[in-house]
């Protein structure tokens, strides 16, 4: 087990409501990404954040939003659900935006019904 | 085209095959090849990479990057059905920020 811990576990949303999914980083790590992977897809890079502040951000609309704390940990906030945005939603934390040293964490499975 | 081509199977193989996955990318500029292991309702735990062009071996497992294809492999040795899993292919994008994805190939072992 990674020490990125994600919650909740699940979710049901109904279309039109907002989200807010948290995300806690392993110990030491400084940066948080996030990521959507719908069924049978590969995981789709949504933003990353360094240090709390938006340090990149993946083809997805201004109603995917995030903040970093002071802590390390992340929001991922999603406003206006739409059916489509049925995913599991991944986050990822690491040292400095090192990537070949990044963690998953489980994901949250969001339903927006 | 999408940047990362992974064929999504599923692969079912005996147990004690050589299994061969496989991903193509249209970014020359790539750098950092990476492979993921996932299992149903987990989150991807990764499994080695790659820098440049060449071969790395861990174990049971062998990546190789042939660049001048724009073509990378996996090779699992004497799978077990342990490795039953979707496997996913990665390349670190330009910026260094974002990891993008295959599809994900699900290999399925029996024993």
């Known amino acids: 087990e990674t020490g990125v811990t994600q919650s909740p576990t699940h979710l049901i949303k109904t279309r039109g409501q907002q989200v807010t999914l948290r995300c806690s980083s392993q110990?030491?790590?400084?940066?948080v990404s996030w990521y959507q992977q719908a069924l049978g897809q590969g995981p789709q890079f949504i933003f990353q954040?360094?240090?709390?502040?938006?340090?990149g951000r993946g083809n997805f609309p201004p109603r995917f939003s995030g903040l970093q704390f002071p802590n390390y940990s992340s929001e991922l906030n999603v406003n206006a659900l739409e059916l489509d945005d049925s995913a599991l939603y991944l986050c990822?934390?690491?040292?400095?935006?090192?990537?070949?040293?990044?963690?998953f964490g489980q994901g949250t499975r969001l339903t927006v019904v | 085209q999408k940047e990362v081509e992974q064929d999504p199977g599923p692969l079912s193989v005996p147990e004690g095959a050589i299994v061969s996955l496989n991903c193509t990318y249209s970014?020359?500029?790539?750098?950092?090849f990476m492979w993921y292991r996932q299992y149903s309702r987990k989150g991807p735990e990764l499994l080695m990479y790659?820098?440049?062009?060449g071969n790395k071996e861990d174990g049971r497992f062998t990546a190789q990057v042939d660049k001048s294809s724009k073509y990378i492999s996996l090779f699992i040795r004497d799978s077990q059905p342990s490795d039953s899993a979707t496997y996913l292919c990665?390349?670190?994008?330009?910026?260094?920020?974002?990891?993008?994805f295959g599809k994900g190939t699900t290999l399925s072992v029996s024993s």
């Open positions: 970014n020359s500029a790539f750098q950092y």
């Open positions: 990665a390349m670190i994008d330009q910026a260094g920020t974002a990891l993008i």
């Open positions: 954040y360094y240090r709390e502040e938006e340090n």
């Open positions: 990822a934390s690491s040292f400095d935006s090192q990537l070949t040293e990044a963690f």
């Open positions: 790659t820098y440049s062009s």
């Open positions: 110990s030491g790590h400084n940066t």
